[in-house]
């Protein structure tokens, strides 16, 4: 049981380059999560998946997109990173509204 | 939104110690979670607490809703216990469920 899986591990990008952050669970939870943290920031909603088919906004989308690809995958772009996007990013997922939040092992990303 | 203060921000102990972080929090509850962040950047949810007392082992925490906080107490502190303790609460009335987290405690236990 893997939990939730997030791949890359790490990434550099030079600015105005694309990538997507990759991320799957096993547990059968509906409801997805994009966060990313900042040293002194805690950790910031970047966008959530209810469930699957559905996607919102949360406090920092400007940049970023997202896709639930279907109930285990939950993908973020980066369509042109910029140098203010270096953070690591966390998936995270739960089984129902109110339930505990389970995240993976993040993404060092660094944009030069 | 809802505001998520915690304390102290950093906390250095002699291992075997027993310690309280504090997380005050602005509005209404209906979610409150407690995560370790270890030295790799592993975060791990310890606890699932908006109201009550849950204990865990070594851990224990207490959510006073009406008061507007919750305590995280760990005793007998082990140097596996280092690393950053975070506070996430949702409010009531603020639509589907997402977590605002605090800035954390920095907790360092020594051999």
């Known amino acids: 049981n893997a939990g939730v899986t997030q791949t890359p591990k790490f990434q550099v990008l030079k600015t105005g380059q694309s990538m997507t952050l990759q991320c799957a669970q096993d547990m059968n939870h509906n409801s997805m999560y994009w966060y990313r943290q900042d040293p002194g920031m805690g950790l910031r909603l970047i966008y959530y998946s209810a469930s699957e088919g559905t996607t919102d906004k949360g406090e920092v989308p400007n940049g970023y997109n997202v896709s639930r690809l279907n109930k285990r995958e939950f993908s973020l772009r980066l369509e042109s990173a910029a140098p203010s996007q270096t953070s690591v990013y966390f998936c995270a997922s739960s089984g129902a509204d109110n339930s505990p939040l389970h995240f993976g092992n993040g993404t060092r990303l660094t944009v030069t | 939104g809802i505001q998520v203060e915690q304390s102290p921000p950093d906390l250095i102990l002699q291992e075997g110690a027993n310690s309280t972080l504090r997380c005050n929090f602005s509005d209404s509850v209906n979610n409150l979670q407690w995560f370790h962040q270890n030295p790799w950047g592993q975060l791990i949810n310890l606890f699932y607490i908006p109201s009550g007392t849950k204990q865990n082992g070594r851990l224990s925490a207490t959510t006073v809703a009406t008061e507007r906080y919750s305590l995280l107490y760990i005793s007998s502190s082990q140097t596996t216990d280092s690393g950053v303790y975070f506070c996430?609460?949702?409010?009531w009335g603020s639509g589907y469920s997402t977590l605002t987290f605090g800035k954390g405690t920095m907790l360092l236990v020594s051999p």
């Open positions: 996430a609460v949702d409010g």
